[in-house]
DNA sequence: TAGCCTCGAGTTCA
DNA sequence: CTCGAGGCTA
């Protein structure tokens, strides 16, 4: 027994000095060591353990209060009333426990919330006296913050005088908000610096801290940071009965109230709340970490309290973490369709927004070294925006010294041909004519849809068909027979059969596809498609002079060069020969023409009634193109289900939507 | 010559 | 989906 409390004991210390030292590191010097999952474990396992251990709290302790000491160089201010910070829930359990301590507390049987988005940015209050702006603040460690008005007034949301409509200001209002840095600002800032040779911010709110704390407002001045306000401190002169109307009367006073909040009857709209923002947290401008849910009426508020730190009358409810640490265990090349080899980092499986990560490409060499990704380190590794997952950062303090730094290979990994990096480029290519990972790719991209479109023609079959030597240059694809294929694991009479007639299908091809699955670099398929309308023929292609390649629209000098030196290259020239003698008929296409010549358009979403390429294909029968971002010069963009950023553009610069219906329509459907 | 627009290329997990 | 870069246009 005396034993186990001695262990707490030490655990309890040893936490206690973990957090102050990330708390040091987040607050003070804004270079955190941990994401912020990781820390809040730590607070929580410290609170649960000072839950069961009464006697063993002290004041000194992390959860005794807010934060930690402001950094020097501002000058200090202490807050009116201290800035708390929110509860933490993971889960509807928990939020449903929060009700009910709620509901328990107050004798009653329902409490109305307010829910707001939980912004990820840095909290500040504005004190407005007679109206007036006088001092804006960070946090700090609640009670006292560093004083930094002339940052704040440099936020273009913020004003400087109270609208007051006429009417006399309240004498005293202090307004608690979120600094934050909209996403595309946070990635027009990451891009300047980049070209200026700077480190990138890791994410925007490291952005937002570090714009903040600026002892030079001009530099402040130029990050267009915006501020949302979501509650008040201490007010004279003006007093609100619930959250809703608290919102409403900061709006009303000019200030930049906290978007999307709504007062919601129960837990299951809670809920409903959370799972809505959650769903379309990647298409909203700014980042956000959870919701925020509040006893919307004020007196029941006041009667609530606080515990210690937090207030009882609030919970932040957070969504799973994006962002994890892990360590990288291996750097590898692998080589792509190109020949170009592409470094990628095995990783310790870590889950990160709902899936297992492992890997995660580190894309070429320029980027292992600016990020200095080393074999061993312990790095941040996000699934932002997309689902594709990234090295943020690597964690150098948590380098031991045994951390190997990679290095690209000399020659291939798979075929032991020469690498070489081209002047001027950041690729580094396997030089292998023969070489069967750049085969393996490139049969696989013939393949493909917008190609040769030979279904069945996946990465495993394609992987047995060079692996056994069935497949050593495109065109044996053509001869392959019956008796060798059933040969190959998994492969019965049935699905040779099957391959076989998607083979010789793939021979009715039109010009435009059989230009993309040549693989020419720089051509893709905009670009087929352009030559195809305007050479028609393939054998007109294949002869094309460069000026004359340049007359196609969008190809200039590079292109045509590149066009001009594949065909020029023997064994390429050798290639459309055979794959011709095999049957390969591309037949030339129609210029475009139709009811929606030159309109183009964009997608968004998905549509109940058609795939994307079935959509592309029904815009292109009538003429029209589409293209992949919105700009002025979109005539439509089609807004289909969870839509994503395109639709925040398109609403931007005004640019005609279609929902699914109205496509139709277009199309002339029914 | 700068800034916009579009295209190409690469890519993870279930 | 996003980034980098080629090509076009004001």
Excluded at 35 to 63: C, G, I, K, M, W
Aim: proline share 5%; net charge neutral.
């Amino acid at each position: 027994m005396a034993r186990a409390a001695e262990s707490v004991e030490h655990e309890i210390e040893r936490l206690r000095r973990a957090i102050e030292h990330h708390n040091h590191r987040y607050h003070v010097l804004d270079d955190p060591e941990i994401t912020d999952a990781e820390y809040d474990e730590l607070f929580r396992r410290l609170e649960a353990l000072e839950r069961d251990h009464p006697a063993l709290v002290t004041p000194d302790s992390p959860t005794q209060r807010v934060g930690a000491a402001p950094a020097s160089g501002f000058a200090t201010v202490t807050h009116r009333q201290q800035m708390l910070s929110l509860q933490n829930a993971t889960s509807r359990e928990e939020v449903e426990e929060f009700d009910a301590r709620i509901r328990k507390f107050l004798a009653r049987d329902a409490i109305a919330y307010t829910g707001e988005p939980k912004m990820d940015g840095v909290a500040v209050e504005l004190v407005y006296e007679q109206g007036v702006l006088t001092v804006g603040s960070t946090r700090g460690d609640g009670v006292t913050g560093e004083n930094v008005t002339a940052n704040i007034r440099t936020i273009k949301s913020v004003p400087l005088r109270l609208r007051t409509g006429g009417r006399a200001a309240p004498r005293l209002l202090e307004v608690r908000g979120e600094v934050y840095l909209p996403l595309d600002a946070f990635r027009a800032l990451n891009r300047e610096r980049e070209e200026a040779g700077l480190p990138r911010f890791a994410n925007p709110r490291n952005a937002t801290a570090g714009s903040l704390k600026q002892l030079d407002s001009r530099i402040t001045a130029n990050r267009p940071l915006d501020l949302v306000c979501h509650g008040v401190g201490e007010v004279e002169g003006a007093s609100f009965a619930t959250q809703a109307e608290l919102l409403a009367a900061l709006a009303a006073w000019g200030l930049k109230p906290v978007p999307q909040s709504r007062v919601l009857a129960s837990v299951d709209e809670v809920a409903a709340y959370h799972d809505d923002l959650a769903a379309r947290r990647e298409a909203l401008p700014f980042e956000i970490d959870g919701v925020v849910v509040k006893v919307d009426d004020r007196t029941l508020q006041r009667r609530l309290g606080q515990v210690s730190r937090s207030p009882r009358w609030a919970v932040a409810w957070k969504f799973k973490p994006r962002q994890a640490t892990t360590r990288v265990l291996d750097i590898f090349p692998s080589v792509g369709r190109t020949g170009v080899l592409t470094p990628a980092a095995e990783m310790e499986p870590v889950a990160v927004g709902g899936v297992t990560v492992r890997n995660a490409s580190l894309h070429n060499m320029d980027e292992v070294e600016r990020k200095d990704v080393r074999i061993g380190d312990h790095v941040v590794i996000e699934r932002a925006g997309d689902v594709i997952p990234y090295v943020v950062e690597v964690l150098t303090e948590r380098r031991t010294g045994e951390e190997r730094r990679f290095h690209m290979p000399q020659h291939c990994p798979v075929c032991g041909a020469k690498v070489v990096r081209a002047e001027g480029e950041v690729a580094y290519r396997c030089t292998g004519a023969d070489c069967p990972a750049q085969l393996k790719q490139r049969l696989q991209f013939f393949a493909h849809r917008g190609a040769m479109d030979i279904q069945g023609l996946g990465e495993k079959l394609v992987e047995q068909l060079v692996d056994t030597g069935l497949v050593k240059h495109l065109p044996d694809l053509y001869r392959l027979d019956l008796a060798t294929l059933v040969e190959l694991e998994r492969m019965g009479e049935k699905s040779a059969t099957n391959l076989l007639a998607q083979i010789e299908h793939s021979k009715q091809t039109t010009l435009p596809r059989f230009l993309t699955a040549l693989g020419i670099r720089q051509v893709g398929d905009a670009t087929a498609k352009a030559l195809a309308e305007h050479f028609r023929t393939l054998d007109a292609v294949v002869a094309a002079p460069v000026e004359a390649l340049q007359e196609v629209r969008d190809v200039g000098p590079e292109v045509a060069a590149s066009i001009r030196q594949f065909f020029d290259e023997p064994r390429n020239a050798r290639l459309v020969k055979q794959l011709v003698a095999a049957g390969v008929k591309p037949a030339p296409v129609e210029r475009a023409h139709g009811r929606l010549a030159g309109k183009k358009f964009v997608l968004t979403g998905g549509l109940a009634s058609m795939t994307r390429p079935e959509a592309q294909r029904r815009i292109e029968a009538l003429g029209g193109r589409v293209v992949g971002s919105v700009s002025k010069e979109t005539d439509y963009v089609v807004v289909g289900t969870d839509a994503g950023s395109k639709l925040k553009r398109a609403e931007k610069l005004g640019v005609a939507r279609l929902d699914e219906d109205a496509f139709l329509a277009l199309l002339g459907d029914a």
